[in-house]
């Protein structure tokens, strides 16, 4: 969804360097998340944020970090990478609506590579 | 874990309806039932979802049977470019505490000339 970019689209680096993977919105949601998936898995969680001055943990936080600069932007980190966070990873948007439903919209992703 | 089971692959052709079933027998009355795809590596895409109406988009339709333990996805003419993992989630109302979409292993569907 041209709504929802990521940058990098894809990155090379090596062990233990710091990393960071950025998205944006342009859908004005307030809910953002990050998802990592490896190759023949679905997505998993790793952090998410449901506004501005929210930060939570998802199901494999550790080594990564997180930033909600402002509504529309929700940076991802790497302090240290490690070959084992090869992966594709994606960010998404949501917000709730009327009735309950809660619809996440994907960006295109960014395949990252640690050496 | 997914709340769902879809089978692990269908074929279909071109141009004809693609009928893509999922199990959601442990369903709760406040869960929605959420359809996306991904193509390749691409990010997931929404398709559809519904709570107990059957619902239509411009993409396709889902039909959610009385009891709610189950859904169909209907894509109704095909083409090359619907090949993709198609996937079925049930999701609290208000995304739950976390928000998150528990992704399963998805039905890889590819249609064929």
């Known amino acids: 969804d041209a709504d929802v970019t990521q940058t990098p689209r894809n990155r090379i680096t090596k062990t233990g360097k710091r990393i960071m993977l950025e998205c944006s919105q342009t859908?004005?949601?307030?809910?953002m998340y990050w998802y990592r998936q490896d190759p023949g898995l679905g997505l998993r969680l790793i952090y998410y944020?449901?506004?501005?001055?929210?930060?939570n943990k998802g199901e494999i936080s550790d080594g990564y970090s997180v930033s909600r600069q402002a509504q529309a932007k929700f940076s991802l980190s790497l302090e240290s990478a490690i070959p084992n966070q090869t992966a594709l990873y994606f960010c998404?948007?949501?917000?709730?609506?009327?009735?309950?439903?809660?619809?996440?919209?994907f960006g295109p992703g960014t395949r990252l590579t640690v050496l | 874990d997914a709340k769902t089971t879809q089978p692990t692959s269908m074929d279909c052709a071109e141009g004809r309806a693609a009928n893509l079933p999922c199990n959601h027998s442990?369903?709760?009355?406040?869960?929605?039932v959420y359809w996306y795809r991904q193509i390749h590596s691409q990010g997931p895409q929404y398709i559809i979802h519904?709570?107990?109406n059957n619902e239509t988009n411009e993409m396709a339709s889902l039909i959610i049977t009385e009891d709610r333990k189950s859904s169909t996805l209907i894509l109704p003419h095909a083409t090359l470019r619907d090949t993709a993992v198609y996937y079925c989630?049930?999701?609290?109302?208000?995304?739950?505490?976390?928000?998150?979409?528990?992704f399963g292993k998805g039905t890889k569907l590819s249609v064929k000339p």
């Open positions: 998404a948007t949501s917000d709730l609506q009327f009735g309950g439903s809660d619809t996440q919209y």
């Open positions: 859908k004005g949601h307030d809910r």
């Open positions: 944020s449901f506004d501005v001055k929210d930060i």
């Open positions: 442990t369903i709760s009355g406040n869960e929605y």
């Open positions: 519904g709570l107990k």
């Open positions: 989630i049930v999701s609290p109302l208000y995304g739950g505490s976390q928000g998150n979409l528990i």
